[in-house]
């Protein structure tokens, strides 16, 4: 076998049609596009999905599920990992050195999953309870400062003015 002999399967490869060559070819004519409306017309074109204007199917299916844009943001770390670690002084910064959380990950969040044993000092990265119970048994510190959150004055509200009291259209005001 030699490559400039080499030929693809009968009947595998079909000449494409040339239609609106001409009627004995069998796409003349309308090659193709069928008698009138806006499909035979050139520039007759409408988006992927149109129904002529009546609302397409996939507007009309319900949308099931969520996909969040900060899911990643926050990672939580099971304190067994912990208890791997070379530092004593954990922060997000350790966490991300040691390769325990990735490098685009805004926080993390220690969870009570595994045994810690050694003394460690966690801070500025939270924790569960029973994840702060296992440091503290162990002998170690947990040190996290809650983000203030600046509550915004609220507005007052106007006072409706009283309606001034009119007679009826009907009455006239006797004077």
């Given at each position: 076998?030699?490559?400039?002999?080499?030929?693809?399967?009968?009947?595998?490869?079909?000449?494409?049609?040339?239609?609106?060559?001409?009627?004995?070819?069998?796409?003349?004519?309308?090659?193709?596009?069928?008698?009138?409306?806006?499909?035979?017309?050139?520039?007759?074109f409408?988006?992927?999905?149109f129904?002529?204007?009546?609302?397409?199917?996939?507007?009309r299916?319900?949308?099931?599920g969520?996909?969040?844009?900060?899911?990643?943001?926050?990672?939580?770390?099971?304190?067994?990992?912990?208890?791997?670690?070379?530092?004593?002084?954990?922060?997000?910064?350790?966490?991300?050195?040691?390769?325990?959380?990735?490098q685009?990950?805004?926080?993390?969040?220690?969870?009570?999953?595994?045994?810690?044993?050694?003394?460690?000092?966690?801070?500025?990265?939270?924790?569960?309870?029973?994840a702060?119970?296992m440091?503290?048994?162990?002998?170690?510190?947990?040190?996290?400062?809650?983000p203030?959150?600046?509550?915004?004055?609220?507005?007052?509200?106007?006072?409706?003015?009283?309606?001034a009291?009119?007679?009826?259209k009907?009455?006239?005001?006797?004077s």
């Amino acid at each position: 076998m030699k490559l400039n002999t080499l030929k693809p399967a009968a009947g595998s490869k079909q000449s494409r049609h040339r239609v609106g060559r001409g009627g004995a070819s069998g796409w003349g004519k309308t090659a193709g596009r069928g008698h009138k409306g806006q499909r035979a017309r050139s520039g007759g074109f409408h988006k992927v999905g149109f129904e002529g204007g009546q609302m397409p199917l996939h507007r009309r299916l319900p949308k099931r599920g969520f996909h969040s844009l900060t899911r990643g943001d926050v990672v939580e770390v099971r304190i067994g990992r912990l208890e791997v670690m070379k530092a004593t002084d954990i922060d997000l910064a350790a966490l991300k050195a040691e390769g325990v959380v990735s490098q685009q990950a805004l926080a993390a969040k220690v969870i009570l999953a595994g045994k810690l044993s050694r003394k460690i000092t966690l801070k500025e990265v939270k924790a569960s309870k029973g994840a702060r119970a296992m440091i503290e048994a162990a002998g170690g510190r947990y040190e996290f400062t809650e983000p203030k959150v600046e509550e915004k004055p609220k507005k007052e509200k106007k006072a409706k003015k009283p309606a001034a009291e009119e007679a009826p259209k009907g009455e006239a005001s006797k004077s």
